[in-house]
């Protein structure tokens, strides 16, 4: 409210109250079946000569206004509310005044599985043209290679050419997520998977439950954080924990064909590691994170050390785990 | 680097090249077992007369320039680095410079279960002294209220005339999170979760485990995306499933009496419901979720909806399943 109150100022106008902004407010408490409190008054409050601007998500219009050539916005600050208004209402009215003609194209090619560095010395004698500009964004983890302009010709060229020296390390491209990537291969190949999960404690199948359809393609699985329900749920061998311990390969290959046989699934990941702070060891550090995949009757696993605090830690082990498979199912015909 | 040269220009700096951030980059790199790449040389270009502060959790330093009464300070922008950097090196040289006599107090309660308009009529006469600042902090589900200033004997006072009134929907204070609640409070009563979840996909499961030493009080659980994996591993009836559906309290009760006798664990939660955005009725709209919850041998359900997108109404169900069990269990004795 002050915000809108020092816009107004800024600009020398006065608040008026907006009946259409009050009605969509009250519009959304009723659909919370909940009276509009009054107080919600002041948000149907908009300055002189502004185009409030409709938030369907919430009750805080946007807000436009314009002298000649400049445009002024301001929008409430909930993200989910800002995206909304930004690409329904503000969008098309900076498209329509300030035209598209030069529109910014951008193709982005994502890899996994090499290093930051390695992938600079693959690319290191490899020179955009001038009118395409190159943006190389390392992410935690993977690094994506983005190229944009206006010349459409000239990126596909370019993105073309820098495809054809990646290609073993692309798992996908512009808006291509792990998890959509993911789903798009299992739905395609009508396959199913389940997850078992101990150190990621839940978010490898909290990633691929993500996206709307993913009992298409996902069973669901299980969080085998104590040792306990690893024997008991998972079938993994006492003997196998006491002899290699619960982060060792050993444990997350027979946690992957225990949640495979559980489930019945086609397809199986499994994750076993120390998310930390605490719980390193020399042999087995903070960070480290072994890996269990069943595709059919192939089994195999994987150790990698993440660097990070714990978030991250387990972030980039759930995301690891994905493009692994991901890798893998690209790589192989069924 | 561009922005480095810019500060480096705005300032009239020449960059000079630093031995000490040079070492630091070449031990990042050696702890991981990668030979540094030369093109990391930049990353110890400092404009001249700059301080460069130590980022232990990557390669690029912060930078640090004074002059007179001004500081100015330049962080790399991977958060986790940025305040790394900003607590242990530009706070210190903050708190000496400037002092920290008048340091800003503040104190919050966390509420949960009211509606913010209802929220707001129960404290409508609630006037803070004018030397304790006052702000309402409105989170998705919840409310939180923060009390701030430099008074702490005015603050505390504040705080619990305004916490008597909100006793029932208070959950927890300053920097809690209804995980670290949770954990505490398990902890404390010697008592093992398990989680059963549905549409919520293991997000449940990733926030108990998103704190260290989860072990102590989570022993795991399923993930039961599929009806056939409730029925195999939960036990939910068939004839459960085909009379009330999946999404439905009926449901939710056989999960979590499902998961508890199957993980043997003292309190178990479970989530079944519709995150959209589509597979909505008018019966079950999307952002309904059916919650079982089992302590000792008192089993209950609940249901609510949720407004937002997918990744919204799953957060808010996951948190709602957490702040449901921990007002539960601050309000019995065992």
Redesign the interface.
Known sequence: DITKQEIASFFGKKLVFNEEVWEQVQKIFA??N?PT?E??RSQAMVPEDFIALKNE?GTAPGLFYEEGEKSFFAFAGVP?EMKHIFLTQAKPILEKKYGTQDKVIQRTIHTFGI?E?AL??LLSDFQPPENVNFAWLPQPGRVDLRFYGTDAQAIEKVFNECYSRVQTYAWGFDDDTPVSVLHHILREKKLYLS?A?SC???????M???L????DV?????????N??KV??LKVKAETLSKYGAVSEECAREMVTGVRD???SDIAISTTGI?????GTAEKPVGMVCFGFSVHNNIWSITHIF??????I?QQAAEFALLNLIKYLQGHKF
């Open positions: 659909a919370r909940m409190p107080i919600n998500r989910v290093a560095s600079a010395e997850v999960e990621t404690g839940g978010l490898v199948q909290k691929v439950t993500d709307a359809g993913s009992s996902f069973l669901g699985g299980v969080v085998s954080y104590a306990e329900i008991k749920i559980l489930t019945d998310a930390g702070p605490e719980g660097n990070g605090d714990r978030e991250i387990r």
